[in-house]
């Protein structure tokens, strides 16, 4: 292997280990809360698109709230925000679902 892609591998190895490390050290809820987000978001964005993306919404819908009913107790601050954001992403889907039938 030559030396410059040897050295891009070994810095590649270092940023992993870094990025675990830092894993390690912060604190699991925010990590869990922060891929919650990020589920809201998806859902949102599939709700949002023209036409709605129904399906892939009640994925992304379902999944949150699998997520949050395992585990919303031990998410800390970020808790009672995300049941919200799941409540009004349900009444996001009932309001987008119907305006679709409404069309039709």
Do not use: C
């Amino acid at each position: 292997m030559p030396a410059a892609r040897l050295a891009q591998v070994n810095e590649d190895a270092k940023e992993i280990s870094e990025l675990q490390q830092e894993l390690l050290d912060a604190d699991p809820a925010s990590i869990v809360a922060n891929h919650a987000y990020g589920l809201f978001e998806l859902a949102a964005l599939y709700l949002s698109a023209t036409p709605p993306r129904l399906t892939e919404a009640t994925l992304a819908i379902d999944s949150l709230a699998g997520l949050m009913s395992a585990v919303e107790d031990r998410l800390g601050d970020s808790s009672a925000e995300l049941k919200e954001a799941l409540r009004q992403l349900q009444l996001a889907y009932i309001q987008v679902s119907q305006l679709g039938q409404d069309e039709s």
